[in-house]
């Protein structure tokens, strides 16, 4: 009889002791915190097929540099062999943030490639990309670069 309550004595403390070790928190454990994006594609309309917005760490200005483009821009179509326009940005509002002046860095038979110069962020603005739209923001400043593609 004696053995049996030494016994069940012994499981009833071990038990309790299991319950209060797991209330305690290890010192070495920490929740992960995800990281927050430096920027957000708050909206885009539905022929907008990819928006790529990524930092160039080389640059050290304050530039977004544009680069959008029609999927299959500048090439013939099969049925009716003409030739499909090339991606344009015809419209820039700024919600948050400004620029000081735009530089065209080229266009080629599927889009172009400007750039913002001289950028105060955070930077919000809506782009109008062949009758299209992208609403973005960057949070932090540097040189990024947004890539927008279009679908046909």
Known sequence: ?????????????SSTLCVFAQDVEKPGKKEKVKAEKPFTVYDKSFRVTRVDVRKDTKGA?????IDAANAAGGTAMMSTQT???????????IV???YNQTRELGKTPRGVSLQLLDVVFPFRARLTISDQYVDVEIREAGFWKIGVALAN
Not at 1 to 13: G, P, V
Request: glycine share 4%; no cysteine.
């Open 1 to 13: 009889m004696k053995t049996f309550k030494l016994l069940l004595s012994l499981i009833l403390m």
């Open 83 to 93: 030739l499909l326009p090339p991606a344009t940005i015809s419209n820039i509002v």
């Open 96 to 98: 948050t943030g400004n």
């Open 61 to 65: 200005e304050n530039v977004i540099q």
